[in-house]
């Protein structure tokens, strides 16, 4: 099992918000920004598995897919700053996965909260981007942020293709 390092809440949207909070990310940050992003991925698996409509559940696995190449931009983000390689557990392993839901089902409600938080996680990305001494690492967090926000058009898009939600 990997661990989290110390000082950041178990919940993977807790943790978020105390990212949020920071203007330049430490190495730190970046580990758990990554193992977020991997939680990402499990979260919209989890939805598109309970959605039937074939197009709106492609779209929430696009979305789910995208989270992983978060993860690994960020993990070239800590390489980049520290010279260190690390690896992103599997699965499971991933300390995040403790408190995660094992089926997210899909709601209006659910929608509007992904909508706001990919957009609150694009602004994220460009703010790290904009303290961020490295310019190769400014570059990786732009293009997270700008994948965010079409995550969130796509669900949108999922709620107008599933209707009565
Ligand atoms: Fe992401
Ligand atoms: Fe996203």
Redesign the pocket.
């Known amino acids: 099992m990997a661990t989290l390092p110390a000082g950041y809440p178990e919940d993977a949207f807790e943790a978020f918000a105390l990212l949020k909070t920071r203007d330049e990310l430490t190495v730190d940050d970046l580990k758990v920004l990554a193992l977020i992003e991997l939680y990402?991925e499990c979260f919209y698996q989890r939805l598109a598995a309970g959605v039937e409509h074939a197009e709106a559940r492609a779209l929430l696995e696009r979305?789910g897919a995208?989270?992983r190449g978060?993860a690994h931009r960020v993990v070239k983000a800590i390489r980049l700053k520290s010279g260190e390689a690390y690896s992103l557990p599997e699965g499971a392993d991933n300390p995040f996965m403790k408190l995660a839901p094992s089926a997210v089902p899909a709601s209006a409600e659910l929608f509007g909260l992904l909508e706001q938080g990919?957009v609150d996680?694009d602004f994220a990305y460009q703010a790290w981007a904009d303290h961020e001494s490295n310019a190769e690492v400014a570059d990786l967090y732009r293009l997270n942020g700008r994948?965010?926000t079409r995550?969130g058009e796509r669900v949108t898009e999922v709620r107008r293709l599933l209707g009565a939600l």
């Open positions: 990402g979305n995208e989270e978060h990919e996680g994948e965010e995550h």
